[in-house]
Every structure is written in structure tokens, then in C-alpha cells.
């Protein structure tokens, strides 16, 4: 079962940063916003490992300057 979360990234550069993440493997979805956060960004894994090793790529990102990650759950 996949597992998805949204980033919620602090930075000074939000295209930047939106830009470099969205090259990233798992990555479904990254937008700037306008407010805090800076940007949002929608990932994807096979599992929660998988998913937390994409989240540590955000992080590693030298722009990016705080995350704050939420697991999504499809509820029907």
C-alpha cells in the first residue's frame, strides 16, 4: 500500500526550491504558496521507509530551511 505525506517547507527561495524538488524521485507534486509555508510539496512511497528516504532528500536541499511533513490517509 502506498503511503503519501505533504511537506510543508520553510525557505528564502521557494522557487527554487520548488524547482530542485521536483526532480525528485516520489515527488508528485510541488508549489510554491503565498504565506507560510513557502511551499508544498505532495510525495509518494511504497511504504513508510520509502517515503521518509524522500522526505530526507527535501530536507538535504541547501535552500530548504524547515520541513514539517504530514501522512495522508484516503478515507472513503
Known amino acids: 500500500m502506498k503511503v503519501s505525506a505533504y511537506i510543508f517547507i520553510s525557505t528564502r527561495h521557494p ?4 524547482q530542485t524538488v ?3 524521485p516520489g515527488v508528485t507534486r510541488a508549489d510554491a ?3 507560510t ?3 508544498i510539496v505532495l510525495v509518494e512511497g511504497e ?3 520509502a517515503m521518509d528516504a524522500i522526505i530526507d532528500k527535501i ?9 514539517d511533513s504530514k501522512v495522508a490517509r484516503w478515507i472513503e
Open 47 to 49: 511504504d513508510i521507509a
Open 15 to 18: 522557487r527554487l526550491v520548488v
Open 33 to 35: 504558496l503565498f504565506g
Open 22 to 24: 521536483r526532480k525528485i
Open 37 to 39: 509555508p513557502d511551499a
Open 59 to 67: 530536507v538535504g536541499v541547501p535552500e530548504v530551511l524547515g520541513t
